[in-house]
């Protein structure tokens, strides 16, 4: 293992920075190379059978690219949907991010909570089985939006956003049967950590966000553990995957993560 080998990030936008900051935290010396699937972007859009085929592929040609030691599929939605099909085509160690159903059960009181995520990933049997061992005793509500990645998207480029927007995507899950007992909320999308102030703003009363940055953290530099890494942290590395727009609006906000250096592929 040389030293120089970074850590690989795959996300359609920014929200795997919300996994990529915890790692930082870990492993300050890490080399980071964060992939944007702009041309694939909005994976929660996307189709199981897209998904499945894209992600694997994607990966195989920026490892092609990128000689990496481990990649982080850092997008809730590919996950779920793509975690195995990448696991069974790249031989290397491969991290993913699922809901954080587990430590919401563990935390809830009211025994309700909610799980906000992406349309493709509330519906998946993914979150049935998680929901079925380890919050038997929870009544969990779901609901989907693509407006809170655009929120989050847009944050990223030092837009504005307003409150009653975050309180209208909230509703989603307040509005439904016994959703007034919700307690506690699973941001299933990797983008949502990075609104979490404004949800809460929005929220109106006390609710705990939970989300698995950290764990996923932990999981990275246990698989990297007695590895070498460089003395001091190299600059950051962002491929953008090109759907032609304009990635300038992007850049400030990646370089707050350290990200100095930009390509396209």
């Known amino acids: 293992m040389d030293a120089s080998q970074p850590l690989l990030f795959l996300d359609p936008g920014v929200g795997g920075l919300s996994i990529l900051a915890p790692v930082q935290e870990l492993l300050p010396n890490a080399p980071i190379v ?6 694939g972007y909005p994976y929660g859009q996307k189709t199981e059978a897209e998904l499945t ?16 030691r481990l990649i982080v599929i850092a997008c809730n ?19 993913g991010t699922v ?11 009211s025994r309700v909570f909610g799980v906000l995520g992406t349309r493709a990933t509330v519906r998946q049997p993914y979150v049935d089985n998680l929901s079925r061992e380890f919050a038997g005793d929870c009544t969990v509500i779901r609901h989907g939006s693509h407006e809170l ?9 030092g837009e504005q956003t307003a409150i009653a927007d975050y309180a ?43 989300h698995g ?7 990275v530099a246990q698989l990297t553990e007695g590895q070498p890494w460089p003395d001091a942290p190299p600059p950051g590395r962002a491929i953008f995957i090109s759907d032609g727009s304009d990635t300038t609006p992007l850049k400030p906000g990646l370089e707050r993560y350290g990200i100095t ?3 396209a592929l």
């Open 99 to 109: 809901p954080a159903i587990k430590p919401a059960a563990a935390l809830s009181k």
């Open 53 to 68: 085929g894209r992600v694997p592929a994607l990966l195989g040609r920026l490892m092609e690219h990128v000689d990496a």
């Open 168 to 210: 209208a995507i909230l509703d989603g899950l307040f509005s439904q049967p016994r959703g007034e007992e919700i307690d506690t909320i699973v941001l299933a999308c990797t983008h949502f950590p990075l609104v979490e102030t404004e949800l809460a703003e929005a929220a109106g009363r006390p609710i705990a966000f939970v």
């Open 77 to 95: 939605t590919a996950s779920v949907i793509a975690l195995d099909p990448v696991r069974q085509a790249l031989d290397i160690p491969i991290v």
């Open 149 to 157: 990645v655009m929120l989050a998207e847009r944050k990223l480029r």
């Open 34 to 39: 964060y992939a944007m699937d702009q041309a």
């Open 213 to 219: 940055g950290e764990g996923i953290a932990r999981r």
């Open 261 to 263: 250096e930009f390509e």
